[in-house]
């Protein structure tokens, strides 16, 4: 799985980097034949004001085709990246979830 990070107005990229990138991997782990790259963007939308300040945007690439894009916000960046990887895992999880076929359910086809 190829994991581009990008942090925009934040400290420590490299801490962030590495932080998003052990997140990414250890959430997505298991989709990793199924995604051909995930972006992920964390940005200061409030600067010094204070209030709601890390925006984190996570989009997963799919090999077949399609992507699976979402939105996390926290005051704390190492927890909006953490919570933009557990919704990525949900909503890859919802987009991968049961599928019947021929009246067989099949889990994660």
Do not use: W
């Not at 581009?4 to 034949?33: I, K, P, T, W, Y």
């Not at 709601?52 to 996390?72: F, H, N, S, T, Y």
């Amino acid at each position: 799985m190829n994991v581009r990070f990008a942090a925009v107005g934040m400290g420590n990229s490299a801490a962030l980097e590495s932080h998003a990138s052990d997140g990414l991997n250890a959430s997505l782990g298991r989709f990793a034949h199924r995604l051909q790259r995930v972006e992920m963007r964390l940005r200061d939308v409030n600067g010094p004001k204070g209030g709601v300040d890390a925006c984190c945007v996570a989009i997963a690439q799919l090999k077949r085709g399609g992507r699976v894009a979402i939105r996390a916000t926290d005051a704390d960046a190492y927890r909006a990246i953490d919570k933009a990887a557990h919704t990525l895992r949900d909503a890859i999880r919802r987009r991968y979830g049961d599928i019947s076929h021929h009246g067989a359910t099949i889990r994660g086809a």
